[in-house]
């Protein structure tokens, strides 16, 4: 059996998780925060992103009806969360619907997962299965800390140019704004989550695994929205990247 981590070594390691596969070195990324991107790039960006995020606040309700009893303030933080997607006043996917038709798309295109790519809904997938099958600190380590912890650093470096470049009012980039904000709570309480509950080394593998293979998705998605979209326009060589 291998060495078990104290706190500080597995935030360190699951930190390292991520950053060998952030989403903010996807060419579609790069592209957005360098103002490359048409409005019609991010309005396909919308119709896909409805089905990563709009289903998130199913996935919690799975990995909180599976939480023990006794972890009460695992499981608030769930209810929590669930709550800020879905009945705040500020709900996160009206928010990211503005933003869609301020790009040229519409709710019913979002809405309809006929408009979302094969990558994107194996991401989808990919996030219910976590949810409904993994231990539910796995869980929480693959959906809140492998992937919702990575959104204010991936918004900080893209909204800017949102106003900047393509003149979207704050209105109309509130969705970003809000998730800068509130994901990094999220994030930050989920790994508490799992620093506080995963104290077995084979939890802790369980644990490491899944949030690379979570950061890992996002990366795959979004750089499967340059291939399909992106990518017979902007070619690699312009964002600095190898062809």
Same mark, same amino acid.
């Given at each position: 059996?291998?060495?078990?981590? %104290? =706190? ?7 930190? *390292?998780?991520? +950053? /060998? ?24 960006? @919308? ?20 939480? =023990? ?28 619907? +503005?933003?869609?038709?301020? @790009?040229?798309?519409? /709710? !019913?295109?979002?809405? %309809? ?28 380590? /693959? ?15 893209? *909204? =800017? *140019?949102?106003? !900047? ?41 369980? @644990? ?9 998705? +996002?990366?795959?998605? *979004? ?11 902007? =070619?690699?060589? !312009? ?5």
């Amino acid at each position: 059996m291998g060495k078990v981590l %104290n =706190p500080d070594e597995l935030r360190t390691a699951l930190e *390292t998780a991520i +950053r /060998g596969n952030t989403a903010n070195a996807s060419p579609f990324s790069l592209a957005w925060a360098s103002g490359k991107l048409s409005r019609a790039h991010l309005a396909r960006w @919308c119709e896909n992103h409805y089905h990563y995020v709009g289903p998130f606040a199913e996935y919690l309700a799975y990995v909180y009806a599976r939480l =023990p009893a006794e972890m009460e303030e695992a499981k608030d933080f769930m209810l929590q969360n669930m709550y800020e997607e879905e009945l705040a006043a500020d709900r996160h996917t009206d928010l990211l619907i +503005r933003f869609g038709e301020a @790009c040229g798309t519409t /709710g !019913e295109r979002m809405k %309809n997962i006929e408009n979302a790519n094969a990558t994107t809904r194996a991401l989808q997938a990919w996030c219910y299965s976590t949810a409904m099958r993994e231990d539910p600190i796995v869980a929480i380590a /693959g959906l809140v800390v492998g992937l919702e912890s990575q959104v204010p650093s991936i918004y900080r470096k893209q *909204t =800017p *140019t949102l106003r !900047e470049k393509y003149g979207f009012t704050d209105e109309e980039v509130e969705f970003f704004d809000l998730h800068i904000v509130s994901d990094e709570i999220h994030g930050e309480r989920g790994y508490q989550i799992v620093l506080e509950h995963a104290r077995t080394y084979e939890l802790q593998q369980k @644990c490491l695994k899944i949030c690379e293979v979570g950061a890992q998705m +996002r990366l795959l998605y *979004t750089t499967s929205l340059y291939n399909d979209y992106v990518g017979s326009e902007i =070619p690699l060589t !312009e964002l600095g990247l190898a062809a």
